[in-house]
């Protein structure tokens, strides 16, 4: 069953990939392995050029002559597969896009590591993944990409917070946990698992982990 809060309903599409609806738009995030591709996209958000947040087929599958796609310079080369027309983003950055406003924080690793003796960290700042906190009406929702609790993250406001926990290349269970009670959204959705890495056994992890007054809502899959 998808989420409701106020005016927007959120459905968890596996993965990283969400899709929210709304008044006059339908908006998708990271969609992944997508077979039926409705409803089509107003707005498309791609946080990174990684096979399992970037998906051609799957963008091919949704999009329609009006869709926006917004997406990182990284992921310039995924995305333009299927779509000419990009809105290309860098983290800091604030844009309007039909009745939505996005903003881009920088998405990355600072304990992830490919190969601790060499250094070599997953997700590097320097390359310019992004996450999204979107405003649509009176909703804030903040969507953490492939990251750790980076500095950057301390002072988000949002009411809706979709936040990794598998541990693999994104937070462990407790750094998600760790973040949510920082910032004290209203509400927790836990993703990055069930399809690739982790389980739903992370989510119950964090789950038990945020502090009381924070809504934390695990998602079923949608079909």
């Not at 009411?159 to 998600?176: C, H, K, N, Q, R």
Request: glycine fraction near 6%; aromatic fraction near 10%; charge should be negative.
């Amino acid at each position: 069953m998808p989420y409701r809060f106020k005016n927007l309903t959120i459905y968890w599409l596996g993965h990283d990939a969400f899709r929210i609806v709304g008044e006059g738009a339908v908006l998708y995030i990271d969609p992944y392995q997508i077979q039926l591709g409705e409803p089509k996209a107003d707005i498309v958000l791609i946080t990174h050029e990684h096979f399992d947040h970037c998906d051609p087929p799957s963008i091919q599958r949704l999009k329609k002559p009006s869709t926006i796609v917004v997406a990182p310079k990284i992921a310039r080369q995924c995305v333009g597969k299927v779509v000419t027309d990009i809105v290309e983003v860098t983290p800091g950055e604030t844009k309007s896009i039909e009745n939505i406003q996005v903003t881009t924080y920088p998405a990355y690793n600072i304990n992830k590591y490919r190969d601790i003796a060499r250094g070599v960290v997953f997700h590097p700042k320097q390359d310019g993944r992004v996450a999204y906190l979107i405003k649509w009406g009176d909703v804030s929702i903040f969507h953490a990409g492939d990251s750790d609790f980076i500095p950057e993250f301390r002072d988000i406001k949002t009411d809706v917070a979709l936040v990794p926990v598998s541990g693999v290349y994104v937070m462990t269970p407790s750094e998600a946990a760790e973040f949510v009670n920082t910032i004290e959204p209203k509400v927790a959705i836990p993703m990055h698992y069930g399809a690739i890495v982790g389980s739903r056994r992370e989510a119950e992890e964090f789950k038990r982990l945020v502090k009381p007054g924070i809504e934390v809502v695990i998602l079923e899959r949608e079909i």
